[in-house]
T-cell receptor, first 109, second 115 residues
Framework: GQSLEQPSEVTAVEGAIVQINCTYQ??????LSWYQQHDGGAPTFLSY????GLEETGRFSSFLSRSDSYGYLLLQELQMKDSASYFC??????????FGSGTKLNVKP | DGGITQSPKYLFRKEGQNVTLSCEQN?????MYWYRQDPGQGLRLIYY???????QKGDIAEGYSVSREKKESFPLTVTSAQKNPTAFYLC??????????????FGEGSRLTVL
């Protein structure tokens, strides 16, 4: 089976840097994705790591260590609009995804 | 514009009634999915389809049914056998062939409330 662990809630101030961790146990592994979801909205794709290392997309970066079954999402220069829930998702079969329970990020002025 | 359209956005149902949620995509994606989300929780896979006329159960398929008669459409029926159907339902699609990009494209969701 699959399991993912991420913190339930994180609070940070505007302009700061925040890291959201994700550890996983899975049978079969293709990669780790990150999604953002604002209250009442649909998840939107942020990034995907299939190989170890850091992927950077603007203010957001994502890291993967396959040997440690661990990844993180790094958000820099936090803005109020970044307040949302962030989900990690393991691709454990080609285009089959298992989602974590999500981390609620609260950005304060 | 390409995307996924779900309807209705809000739906109320009496106990014992079946309801069907619509999902249409014009992204030319082969794979389509239905997820359920409960408050404060992650997404759980109900059903998925990798090709027309074929679909597979996900982790929580009991009380749900789907069909995939056309590539563009993947409707979900919530039957009276689903004991706790009140939830937010999300339809998604992805490219089935080619490199795995790890990306699912989601519709705006359908919020079902059982009265």
């Amino acid at each position: 089976g699959q399991s993912l662990e991420q913190p339930s809630e994180v609070t940070a101030v505007e302009g700061a840097i925040v890291q959201i961790n994700c550890t996983y146990q899975t049978s079969g592994f293709y990669g780790l994705s990150w999604y953002q979801q604002h209250d009442g909205g649909a998840p939107t794709f942020l990034s995907y790591n299939a190989l170890d290392g850091l992927e950077e997309t603007g203010r957001f970066s994502s890291f993967l260590s396959r040997s440690d079954s661990y990844g993180y999402l790094l958000l820099q220069e936090l803005q109020m609009k970044d307040s949302a829930s962030y989900f990690c998702a393991v691709s454990y079969n080609f285009n089959k995804f298992y989602f974590g329970s999500g981390t609620k990020l609260n950005v304060k002025p | 514009d390409g995307g996924i359209t779900q309807s209705p956005k809000y739906l109320f149902r009496k106990e014992g009634q079946n309801v069907t949620l619509s999902c249409e995509q014009n992204l030319n994606h082969d794979a389509m999915y239905w997820y359920r989300q409960d408050p404060g929780q992650g997404l759980r896979l109900i059903y998925y389809s990798q090709i027309v006329n074929d679909f597979q159960k996900g982790d929580i398929a009991e009380g749900y049914s789907v069909s995939r008669e056309k590539k563009e459409s993947f409707p979900l029926t919530v039957t009276s056998a689903q004991k706790n159907p009140t939830a937010f339902y999300l339809c998604a699609s992805s490219i089935e062939k080619g490199p795995n990009t790890g990306e699912l494209f989601f519709g705006e969701g359908s919020r079902l409330t059982v009265l």
